[in-house]
């Protein structure tokens, strides 16, 4: 868990685990903020760009609460991107795909990462660390957002695709039932993001 090394590594005074951990937390919640925010720019709406959140600064989506929760506990959330989805030039397809680009930009910096890590020589153990713990963080949470729960990416994904009733009657379930849900997944959701990343490491043989 995050928080255990974290409060670990400061009591041993190993502020060099601080610094990776809290360097790969600030990438990985960055770089899925900016996505949703770069696709709904690119869909048409101007609130994310108007609101600053077209950004590749942390600190533009640092959440006070969120984001702390999220070093201390390793759970937790990074400031939402606004968006407008009437400004969207094709309303329900923007949707799927501003929620999809976050998780999708995580996979595909995990694999970047993966893939400097075991074709280039890094013969810095430090340097060699962050970018792990940063490719299988960036993974985890991309994984952990494609859960159909709200206020995950893949409720907002998987309402989009369903039917209009369907999405109606869902949306209905999740609103009543999401809450209980996503702490379901929070404590089970490990079984299932685990095997991922395993399969992750054992392609790119790290």
């Known amino acids: ?73 390793g759970i937790g959330w990074a400031k939402p991107v606004p968006v407008n989805p009437r400004s969207f030039r094709n309303p329900r397809r923007d949707a799927i795909m501003v929620s999809l680009w976050g998780p999708l930009a995580n996979v595909l910096l995990a694999v970047a990462l993966g893939l400097v890590i075991k074709f280039i020589p890094i013969a810095n153990l430090m340097l060699l660390r962050l970018l792990l713990f940063t490719a299988v963080l960036n993974l985890v949470l991309a994984v952990f957002n ?25 949306e209905l379930f999740a609103a009543r039932y999401g809450l209980m849900l996503l702490l379901v997944v929070i404590f089970v959701g490990s079984r299932f993001i685990a095997p991922v990343v395993d399969l992750f490491l054992r392609l790119l043989q790290l």
């Open 1 to 73: 868990m995050i928080a255990v090394d974290i409060l670990h590594a400061f009591a041993t005074g190993n502020f060099a685990d601080v610094a990776i951990r809290l360097v790969g937390v600030a990438v990985a919640i960055t770089v899925h903020e900016y996505a949703h925010a770069k696709r709904a720019d690119l869909a048409g709406d101007s609130t994310p760009r108007q609101n600053g959140r077209l950004s590749l600064n942390p600190i533009d989506h640092f959440d006070p609460i969120g984001t702390t929760a999220f070093l201390l506990f």
């Open 146 to 170: 494609l859960f159909p729960i709200p206020p995950l990416d893949g409720s907002h994904i998987l309402s989009g695709l369903l039917p209009y009733p369907q999405a109606r009657s869902y």
